[in-house]
């Protein structure tokens, strides 16, 4: 009834305010951005996607909203990856259309649900199906061949001590959600004056949930320190200058007595086993600072074909034997998806002209003194799943071999490494995160940050004594269960809008 006269007022609408409609609901996509790193307006993302909603709820029809939905998360897309347009080139564009269409259902239930004047239960359902579909989107793009999970919008907390306190029971998952109650709230108070009390109990709600986490949550036990070490040998011309600063830093950590060194992703440009006497000069370095180095070897493999990023650990005699592939590489960056069909993406951009291959099982390595320590390779540490794996799997320290110098004056570094202080509230488990050029930081299983930060203009090494912790957090034995929370919710409101079709088709049909 409604959706017929609202395509109609459509097709009659001028093409260009289409257009500026278009527009305007991109921009508004893109707004929850500015919470993430680098302009870090975390309390932004508290009232981010108010306009957003705005725009798909006052939507002629459900069509036209599902279009809001669409465009607002390209938008969303295009702002929180804008960074990669000088490797990708209009490429990211096509990227961010693609993936914006995750985000139709959002658009399309927020009209469904508050256009009008919905009653109480309509408002009610909608702070439970809005946040489910939200969730629904960013878990469907955390697949590694969409592009993995980039600027989830819980991240966007990774300095708020509350928000690491939830993440510890339900991961960055239980944050995203809460925030999108909030902003539903929020619209619901601005426009629909019959879900004014819905609205005040669901942000009630969300402030009770906090409050119940912040006090009675169960917290990890310190049991100690480890001293890692991290050697940021800062811009270089190539990987062999890469090489002796890297080797040059190391050496001033004699007598600081670190239990672990950490080089950054690719900070060794040829394969150990081709190079045995560079294998040698490692081992020295490992001793004479009295401690293993865990270097990150980007390389064509001497004992299989193909070229693997491998955290390598390297003791007193050389290689120790402790080796990780990289499992999950950066889609363009690393390799091509689909590369008989997308391969021309190398001519328009920076993309891979030679696919990386993947490892096939994460590690957990142990130091000679027993520290057990769990590394990652640079875009791995925005997964959840594969720092909750490690930890699972007995890992003490969590760490991160990076390398951001491609995009070395944009929001990437911050933004990356900020990563590390979600991971670690999730698992309870230290996070070092360690790159070539910056930003490299540690952060304590609390989440809470770590001595200071390297940033990108630093060349240097420095050592971070950072708690150890024992205990499993509850987000670690429990996993992402908001996720799978939302998809119960999604899926109980399409059967009961199924029966209803079914019941109302039956009514319509002429009786025999």
């Given at each position: 009834?409604r959706?017929?006269?609202?395509d109609g007022?459509?097709?009659?609408?001028p093409?260009?305010?289409r257009w500026?409609r278009?527009?305007?609901?991109a921009c508004?996509g893109?707004l929850?951005?500015?919470a993430?790193?680098a302009?870090?307006?975390?309390?932004?993302?508290y009232?981010a996607l108010?306009?957003?909603l705005?725009?798909?709820?006052s939507?002629?029809?459900?069509?036209?909203?599902?279009?809001?939905?669409?465009?607002g998360?390209?938008g969303?897309?295009?702002?929180?990856?804008?960074?990669?347009?000088?490797?990708?080139?209009?490429?990211i564009?096509?990227?961010?259309?693609?993936?914006?269409?995750?985000?139709?259902?959002?658009?399309?239930?927020?009209?469904r649900l508050?256009?009008g004047r919905p009653?109480?239960g309509r408002?009610g359902a909608a702070l439970?199906?809005?946040?489910?579909?939200?969730?629904l989107a960013?878990?469907?793009r955390s697949?590694?061949?969409l592009?993995?999970?980039?600027?989830?919008?819980?991240a966007?907390?990774w300095?708020v001590?509350?928000a690491?306190?939830?993440?510890?029971?339900g991961g960055?998952?239980?944050?995203?959600?809460?925030?999108?109650?909030?902003n539903?709230?929020?619209?619901?108070l601005?426009?629909?004056?019959?879900?004014?009390?819905?609205?005040?109990?669901g942000?009630?709600?969300c402030?009770v949930?906090?409050a119940?986490v912040?006090a009675?949550?169960p917290?990890?036990?310190e049991?100690?320190?480890?001293r890692i070490?991290?050697?940021q040998?800062?811009?270089?011309k190539?990987?062999?200058?890469?090489?002796?600063r890297?080797?040059?830093l190391?050496?001033?950590?004699a007598?600081?007595?670190?239990d672990?060194?950490v080089?950054?992703?690719s900070?060794?440009?040829?394969d150990?086993g081709?190079r045995?006497?560079?294998a040698?000069?490692l081992?020295?370095?490992?001793r004479?600072?009295?401690a293993?180095?865990?270097?990150?070897?980007?390389?064509r493999?001497?004992?299989?074909?193909?070229i693997?990023?491998?955290?390598?650990?390297?003791?007193p005699h050389g290689p120790?034997?402790?080796?990780?592939d990289?499992m999950r590489?950066?889609?363009?960056?690393?390799?091509?998806?689909a590369?008989?069909?997308l391969?021309w993406?190398t001519s328009?951009?920076k993309a891979a002209?030679e696919?990386?291959h993947?490892g096939?099982?994460?590690?957990?390595m142990?130091?000679?003194?027993g520290?057990?320590?769990?590394?990652?390779?640079c875009?791995?540490s925005?997964?959840?799943?594969?720092s909750?794996?490690?930890?699972?799997?007995?890992a003490?320290?969590?760490?991160?071999?990076?390398?951001?110098?491609?995009?070395?004056?944009s929001?990437?570094?911050?933004?990356?490494a900020?990563?590390a202080?979600l991971?670690?509230a999730?698992?309870w488990?230290p996070?070092?995160?360690a790159?070539?050029?910056?930003v490299?930081a540690?952060?304590?299983?609390?989440?809470?940050p770590?001595?200071g930060?390297?940033?990108?203009?630093?060349s240097?090494?420095?050592v971070?004594?950072?708690p150890l912790a024992?205990?499993t957090s509850?987000?670690?034995?429990?996993?992402?269960?908001p996720?799978?929370g939302?998809l119960?919710?999604?899926?109980?409101y399409?059967v009961?809008?199924?029966?209803k079709?079914?019941?109302?088709v039956?009514?319509?049909?002429?009786r025999?």
């Open positions: 009834m959706g017929g006269v609202g007022d459509v097709r009659r609408r093409l260009a305010s500026v278009g527009a305007v609901t508004a893109a929850p951005a500015l993430f790193p302009p870090s307006l975390w309390w932004f993302a009232v108010v306009p957003w705005l725009l798909a709820r939507a002629p029809t459900i069509r036209r909203a599902a279009y809001d939905g669409w465009l998360g390209a969303f897309l295009l702002a929180a990856h804008h960074w990669l347009m000088p490797s990708l080139h209009v490429f564009v096509l990227l961010a259309l693609l993936l914006g269409l995750l985000w139709v259902p959002f658009g399309a239930l927020t009209f508050l256009h009653g109480p408002a439970v199906l809005l946040p489910s579909a939200w969730l960013e878990l469907v697949w590694q061949y592009g993995g999970p980039w600027a989830l919008l819980g966007s907390q300095q001590p509350v690491l306190r939830l993440a510890s029971v960055v998952w239980l944050i995203g959600f809460l925030l999108v109650v909030v539903v709230a929020l619209t619901m601005i426009t629909l004056p019959r879900a004014r009390t819905v609205a005040v109990a942000l009630t709600a402030g949930a906090a119940g912040w009675w949550a917290v990890p036990q049991t100690g320190t480890a070490a991290v050697v040998p800062g811009v270089s190539g990987p062999g200058p890469r090489l002796e890297g080797v040059e190391t050496r001033r950590l007598g600081r007595h670190p672990l060194v080089w950054g992703e900070s060794v440009g040829t150990l081709d045995p006497r560079l040698k000069r081992g020295a370095l490992s004479s600072v009295g293993d180095l865990l270097v990150n070897v980007d390389a493999r001497s004992d299989r074909p193909g693997y990023k491998s955290s390598v650990l390297i003791g120790t034997g402790a080796r990780y990289k590489l950066v889609p363009f960056g690393e390799y091509i998806p590369r008989p069909l391969g993406a328009v951009g002209g696919d990386r993947r096939t099982k994460q590690v957990v142990r130091l000679p003194d520290l057990r320590i769990g590394p990652l390779v875009f791995e925005a997964f959840p799943d594969m909750r794996n490690l930890a699972r799997r007995g003490q320290v969590l760490v991160v071999q990076s390398a951001t110098s491609t995009f070395q004056h929001w990437a570094p911050e933004q990356h900020t990563l202080a991971r670690a999730e698992t488990r996070m070092v995160h790159t070539l050029t910056g490299s540690a952060f304590g299983p609390r989440g809470e770590v001595g930060r390297l940033g990108t203009q630093a240097a090494a420095t971070y004594s950072v024992k205990g509850p987000y670690v034995r429990t996993g992402p269960w996720v799978y939302a119960a919710a999604l899926a109980v399409g009961t809008e199924a029966v079709g079914v019941r109302v039956r009514r319509r049909s002429p025999r």
